[in-house]
């Protein structure tokens, strides 16, 4: 509960620092870098200090001058700032809109071309899809949790059409990312952090264009990720 707490205010902290430092200097210049930079510092730095170790595995077969849906599965809070940071370049992610109704915070995101999304509203979602296709075909890559919510149990939860249509209509590849250790770190339901290695495994690229229905690209993108999680996260 110790180092849980300390990881929590030290985000807390750096979060008012960055956003003091940051907000201005990204509502200047109309440019997110500097701000995206520090917070991907501090993400990282937050995990460290909660005494996880990283590794990744298959990151080298990815080209940095690609475009990419990146999904994951999601098992904990520790996953977004491990896999972010990871991903070594900047990208989109989809956004409850609640936040975008915060002050300069609000407008900070809209530089950084996240999306608003809103579940319960389907037009909307629809909407959210549109919005998110056209980032990917703007040259920016993006993260999505196909499950739409963190698994409990560690295995993985169905998936959402909504992703899947945006990598067709955007015609971007998919990178299936499996995050192991942390469900074993940080489990959903609980506020105690376990120090122990965390690893993120990325998959070979998928071109959505090799596959005649959306479930059949669904089946190809759930079977890659669950092939790196352990026997036990594995469906029979």
Request: charged share 20%.
């Amino acid at each position: 509960m110790i180092r849980s707490s300390v990881v929590v205010l030290f985000w807390a902290m750096y979060v008012i620092g960055a956003a003091l430092v940051g907000f201005p200097v990204t509502l200047l210049t109309r440019d997110i870098s500097f701000l995206w930079r520090i917070s991907m510092w501090g993400a990282l730095a937050g995990v460290r200090l909660g005494g996880i170790r990283l590794r990744t595995a298959g990151r080298e077969r990815l080209d940095p001058k690609q475009t990419y849906l990146f999904m994951s599965n999601h098992v904990s809070n520790l996953d977004p700032p491990i896999i972010v940071p990871l991903l070594q370049r900047r990208i989109s992610i989809l956004v409850k809109k609640e936040l975008f109704r915060l002050p300069i915070f609000s407008t900070a995101m809209r530089i950084a071309e996240f999306v608003a999304v809103d579940r319960r509203n389907r037009d909307a979602a629809i909407e959210s899809i549109r919005a998110a296709v056209r980032v990917l075909q703007s040259g920016m890559s993006m993260l999505v949790y196909p499950e739409g919510t963190r698994s409990r149990d560690g295995r993985l939860l169905p998936f959402k059409k909504g992703p899947f249509h945006m990598a067709v209509d955007a015609g971007v590849l998919i990178v299936p990312v499996t995050m192991v250790g942390t469900h074993e770190a940080w489990p959903k339901g609980t506020f105690r952090i376990n120090p122990g290695e965390v690893t993120a495994y990325f998959h070979p690229p998928i071109d959505p264009r090799n596959f005649d229905s959306r479930e059949a690209l669904m089946d190809a993108v759930r079977e890659a990720i669950e092939s790196a999680l352990p026997k036990q996260y594995q469906m029979v």
